[in-house]
């Protein structure tokens, strides 16, 4: 008999669509710290749980793995570097077959001082630019080798210090996103401009979710593909029957460029 499908009721906020165009702007007029983001769509979705139901990264660009050598002092930077970094890059060569990995950022969100959760339904690239951040990170010659070959942008992300007991990290399955339901919406800093993807909301779209994720446990779900595979939109979901006194959710998320074999 198969795993019953588990199910809970959560908000999520989609975007608006406008013909003008959609913008974030960060650290306006100088104000550290300060976004101001186009008014979003809020929408109540059934999030299916993935401990129910294992997905494949293959067809669905995303998986849920037991990760216990990634529960480690993630705050501490020299320990991250020494320890987090170089278990991302074996994790990610052994479960996807990549043959080269470049770590590039680790954003922690929930404590005091740091990001709070992404409230919106996004991806953090677009189509231009995903093969931008590689000409950004990378030495010329050899972003145009990563350019000229199959690569990607992927996030594993992992709750930090405590299980997830409020606003968990849902996915959009990619199976049920239409392309006409992706907008573009650029993202203004006080020094440069770059473009992720939202989501407008549409009934066909399905959601997934894990519940009570530990530290040491991960996801890794695709943010851009070179030969195509669809980017997993995902957000932070607000849960119908979240205690009042639960916890903020902390949580760390690694941004990795990936290259596959020829």
């Known amino acids: 008999m198969s795993a019953p499908i588990l199910t809970r009721l959560a908000f999520v906020n989609y975007q608006l669509d406008r013909p003008e165009g959609l913008q974030i702007k960060v650290d306006p007029d100088g104000e550290t710290g300060r976004r101001i983001e186009p008014k979003h769509d809020r929408q109540s979705v059934s999030l299916q749980d993935l401990?129910?139901?294992?997905?494949?990264?293959?067809?669905?660009?995303?998986?849920?793995?037991?990760?216990?050598?990634?529960?480690?002092d993630v705050r501490d930077a020299k320990a991250r570097d020494r320890l987090h970094t170089p278990a991302i890059e074996a994790l990610l060569k052994q479960q996807l077959g990549v043959s080269e990995v470049h770590v590039f950022d680790h954003t922690l969100r929930g404590?005091?001082?740091?990001?709070?959760?992404?409230?919106?339904?996004?991806?953090?690239?677009?189509?231009?630019?995903?093969?931008?951040?590689?000409r950004d990170l990378l030495p010329p010659e050899q972003a145009e080798q990563w350019l000229s070959g199959h690569y990607g942008i992927v996030n594993v992300w992992q709750p930090v210090e405590q299980a997830v007991a409020r606003d968990p990290l849902a996915f959009a399955d990619t199976q049920s996103v239409h392309h006409e339901d992706w907008v573009n919406i650029d993202i203004l800093y006080p020094d440069r401009c770059g473009q992720i993807q939202g989501l407008v909301h549409n009934p066909d779209h399905r959601w997934y979710f894990v519940s009570h994720m530990r530290p040491d446990e991960a996801i890794v779900f695709n943010a851009f593909d070179s030969a195509g595979k669809p980017p997993v939109a995902h957000t932070a979901a607000e849960l119908l029957d979240t205690p009042e006194d639960a916890p903020t959710r902390t949580s760390l998320e690694t941004r990795v460029l990936v290259r596959y074999p020829d």
């Not at 494949?56 to 990760?67: K, P, V, W």
């Not at 404590?111 to 590689?134: C, K, T």
Request: glycine share 6%; charged share 15%; no cysteine.
């Open 51 to 72: 401990r129910a139901t294992p997905p494949s990264f293959a067809s669905q660009g995303l998986l849920f793995l037991d990760t216990p050598e990634l529960a480690v």
């Open 111 to 134: 404590f005091e001082g740091e990001r709070v959760s992404a409230q919106h339904v996004h991806v953090d690239y677009s189509p231009a630019s995903g093969p931008q951040r590689v």
